[in-house]
């Protein structure tokens, strides 16, 4: 960049014309010119890349913005300069403010001061001015003239853009009355307010980063609350095989399932061989959403579940109370569960259930090799507090499989938007019922016939499932 000398610019602009008059040795004194040129010219390098070098050093906003007034002042051969910056409330703040004059500076500090209470006690209180951001600048400029009057500081400013949107304005200011705001000084302002506009981005991304990092990290803990709270296995329950897996689109879902013995509440430890015999609840749920806020949901429905099955009520009754305790907050939250309950007597392999508007499990007959759904009469979770939900039983014989499920296996959709829908999920699941022998193989392979269909679309809902086989 060819840079313009901002000292004394008529005395050397005097000496050059005494050199063509003769009026003092032409060659000495076109020597010395061309020796201020080239200190000015190293001046204004010098300055512009201690700024490069604090905009790549600072890790605080703070110490950079307290360069940027003097940077310009210095670059532009002004007496001071000032830094104002717009806040995200739409006041106008004095950030900084640096003068070697003492008495000027004092005079500047009021004069900004004055024109930023001015602006922020009218958009405070919402009365004429009004101002568009657009328009913000050539207000405050005005102002700051209007404040001045008849004194004889001169001031120019600049924008300082974050984005292509105003942040603020880069100020300088001089006393001297031949100061021209040439189109040089004009550029190297603008330069020193385009260093500042990168501190800026810098910085809010910085931040931007910083809470992306606490939100990684809370989710990381959320996951692992909810993973745990997730039964870590299937229990052993007498004549009965059984499988389950969930797996969330999101690090945190809002599908649910749960292992839950009539009893447990007499249990302690891992004493499942005491628990084999006595009935169990076979629990699967869907919370409307994801991330967190269905986490947390999910989270609220399996302790106030748990704590229902203690009193031991029929399956209608247990999803009655739930319903009732849970209104409040999921009319609150804005959100509702979609839930499947059943309890399984391994001495009489019945099923009893009750369905709050959940996908209806599959059911497998094997002396017939037939399909049925097994559902029930019932609204979701927190739609009514005075919602009422039905009783239904089956009976189950050797080799039956039942295959609970949640909307995220018939959501599933491919590259052109087709979903898996519920009778390729029977087709699928009567294949494996025919053909393999443990859930856990039947559970895999409906898991990957999806996942196949779905390519690269995987993961757009949560899947959970629960697959129980009788064995005996």
Known sequence: ????????????????????????????????????????????????????????????????????????????????????????????????????????????????????????????????????????????????????????IRIFGTPVLVKNIERGRLYVFSTEPDYNWTHTRRKLTQLVADQTAVAIANHELTVELRSKERQDRELEIASEIQLRLLPSKCPQIEGLQIAAKCQTASRVGGDYYDFIPTNYDRLSGDRSEEASLVPWSIVIGDVMGKGVPAGLIMTMTRGMLRAEVLNRHSPAE?????????????????????????????????????????????LWKAATDT????????????????????????????????????????????????????????????????????????????????EEFSGSNNYGDDMTSIVMRISK
């Open 371 to 450: 399909i049925e759904k097994l559902d029930s009469w019932g609204m979701l979770i927190g739609l009514d507090i005075d919602s009422e939900y039905e009783d239904a039983v089956v009976q189950l014989a050797p080799r039956d499989t039942v295959f609970y499920y949640t909307d995220g296996f018939t959501d599933a959709a491919n590259e052109s938007g087709v979903r898996f829908d519920e009778e390729n999920l029977c087709r699928t699941f009567k294949w494996a019922c025919q053909h393999l022998e443990s859930p856990e193989e039947i559970l895999e392979y409906i898991f990957s016939c999806v």
């Open 1 to 152: 960049m060819t840079v313009t000398p901002f000292g004394n610019t008529s005395q050397k602009l005097n000496t050059l014309s005494a050199a063509s008059r003769g009026e003092a040795n032409p060659i000495l004194a076109l020597k010395e010119l061309v020796a201020n040129l080239q200190r000015e010219q190293n001046k204004v390098q010098d300055l512009l890349s201690s700024l490069g070098f604090a905009l790549r050093s600072f890790s605080n906003l703070n110490q950079f913005l307290e360069l940027t007034p003097l940077m310009a002042a210095r670059v532009t051969d002004s007496v001071g300069g000032a830094l104002l910056l717009y806040k995200d409330n739409g006041q106008v703040r004095l950030e900084q403010i640096h003068c070697q004059d003492t008495q000027i500076g004092l005079e500047m500090r009021r004069v900004f001061e004055t024109v930023n209470k001015s602006l922020n006690s009218q958009r405070d209180n919402k009365k004429a001015l009004a101002v568009a951001e657009s328009q913000l600048s050539g207000v405050i400029d005005e102002k700051i003239q209007q404040e001045l009057g008849a004194t004889p």
């Open 318 to 362: 247990i999803m009655r109370h739930l319903n009732r305790v849970m209104y409040a907050d999921l009319e609150n939250s804005h959100r509702f569960v979609s839930m499947f309950y059943s309890e399984y007597d391994p001495i009489t392999k019945q099923l009893c259930f009750t369905n709050a508007a959940h996908n209806p499990p599959l």
